[in-house]
């Protein structure tokens, strides 16, 4: 067989691409939960997808629903005001968990918490990368209005130790106290309403934990600007905090905005514009005004996590209120976002983006596909611009041409008195862990190479970031064009869908389809249609090379008529027999499915899947390999391949060669294993000389097994 051609068939079907999900905001698993507004009002989960998915939805109080979020899109999930805790000091049951449905597409989550005029939201972290040590991120509310922190469970026995900034209820400030979750159970702390401030508590646990920091109802910067609104953010673990922050003003606020810097560890040096301006303990915070006319840079000794927030609507009178955003660093942008804002319904915002990106890349930027070109601004002293720009409702992908430049980005947005505001996505790498080198899977969002980058090489085979190596911590591949049918395996280099070719997946290709049923009809890879009763074991369809070998078996079902009760297939230098009462592979009962096999041919090794659905006599079978597909199931086989095999088959299902006269052939009875014409083609000689010529006289892959009838003599009806 022409290896060349093999390789590109091995390619199509049957491979699995192993690649590794980024740590970053899109997952497949997410626990979440809500603490309590200032009064009642609704909680809405915002699902949104690249792909088409299925989420199950599902917790304590909730009953278990499944969503589909279309392609592109954003789904809500609607929860009654049962759903927030605002019972605290005390363990309840009020957890939620979002997951997908047998798939590994991954999503993300925005939770809304909203009452009127008093609203924020949240970007979900999925199970995969919280963790089990986190700085609270919270801020002071007013009158009898409590800051909050609310823990919530991931597996069950999680021991959790709290060590609050401040007296709160059942806590004395600076003491830790260890309390014990399950899974989707909720813990509520809240400090004395109208005094204190749980920022910068700490919180660590013996299993990963979902922790949310903020305020029922907080005035920004504080009591004497209106009005209060609900602030929460979900927080980052410090193992993700970095040194490096940009601070962009949010628009189209005039009278700055309030910025906090929360240290981890003590003696952590903190800079602001390259000014020494505060060195904090752990736990402490650095508080300042960032302006509104400029890009504000943060830099840090140690890692730290900060947070932006906006100020109440007197403080200029712009329509907006009070959020807390948290601000990711330079080291965790990433090159492409997929995010969401809320929907229209019940309030509809008027929402804004913050970028920020090196000024010599600023031109790369495209928003659903459309390049744009904000005002951008410069970062002085830096070598950064930014931007702020309005976008539209509802779910959005932002990128940059080439994946190798990070950008940051930040959603928010304003109604009347009322606000939101998260960072759009981000990375969320164990950047403060100390570095270990790993093995690379394109855009796994880790230091590979512990230089210090993340994700700093195109998988092209060449060192683009001049290092001397090559390949060695690479983003995630893309191709130009989209592979639109297909997946991006090499940057600019497409695997195809089955049905499509062409450099970019555009070419749709020749499917060929045979098929046999009934007692038995059959129709060949021309579409030509003929009835064959013949009884025993027959080579349905063959590959000249020695690829592979479909037979199938019949049986006198009828006094003049046969039907299918068997199919075997040969390859990979293995045998599949299925019927109804046994299904083996080199005469061996396979014990489960699904199954697979590694099979090899030509000196190339590819995947054999055996599948089976159904129950009793509603079974059916499905054997995959390269870009050929196998289905048995009652009295019905069928091969579906593509048309690079055109001219390389023979059996019952004939040659696809793209004509019926010029397909059919016979085994010449001169010279053994040679083809020999079919002459001439008539109905009657494709009936009694076509269909007994391709009889497998030896019983195929049934012969010699205990148990099966062996090939009875051909029989066809008179």
Known sequence: MNSARFRGLFLILGLVLLTLAAPDNKGTDFVVAFANNI?????????????????????PQLATTVYTIPALGTVAVVLNDGNRVQTANAVTAQGIRLRTVNSQREFSVIGLNQASATTDAYLGIPIDVLGTSYRALCHKAVGGRPSQLLIAGVEDGTSITITTSVNAGGFTKNVPRTIALNKLQTFLIQATAGVDDLTGSLVTSTKPVAVFGGAQCGNVPDGNTFACDHMVEMMIPTETYGVDFFVVPLAPRQAGDTTRVVAHESGTEVRINGNLVTTLAGGAYYEFTSPSTSATRIQTSKGTMVG??????????????????????????????????????????SNWVNLIIPDVNKNGLSLDGVPISPNWKPLAGTAYVWAQYQVSIGAHRIFHSSPLIPFGLFSYGWASFDSYGYPGALRLAAIQDECTPSTMAPGDGVDNDCDGRIDEELLNGIDDDADGKVDEDCTEVRCNPLCDNGVCVRENVCQCNVGWGGPDCSIMRSVGYCSAWGDPHYTTFENYIYHFQGVGVYVFSKHTDGLFEVQQRTFACGSSVSCTDGVGVIVGGKEIALTFTAQTIDGVQIGSFPTSYTGSFGGQSFPVNIAQIGSGFGRQWTVTFLDVEVVFRQYFVSVRLLD????????????FLGGVSNTWTIPDPVSSGQLAPLVPVTYNTIIYAHGPSWRVNDGGVWRNKPGEVQNPPDQRPP
Not at 51 to 59: A, D, I, N, P, W
């Open 644 to 655: 690079g095999h055109g001219g390389k088959l023979f059996g019952l299902c004939a040659n």
């Open 39 to 59: 009064y009642g009002g609704q909680t809405r989960i915002f699902l949104s997808a690249e792909l088409q998915t299925q989420v199950e939805v599902s917790g």
């Open 308 to 349: 932006q927030y906006s100020k109440g609507s007197t403080a200029d009178g712009v329509t907006s209120d009070p959020f807390e955003m948290i601000v990711p660093p330079i080291a965790q942008y990433g090159s492409n976002y997929f995010f969401s804002t809320p929907a229209a319904n019940p309030i509809p915002f």
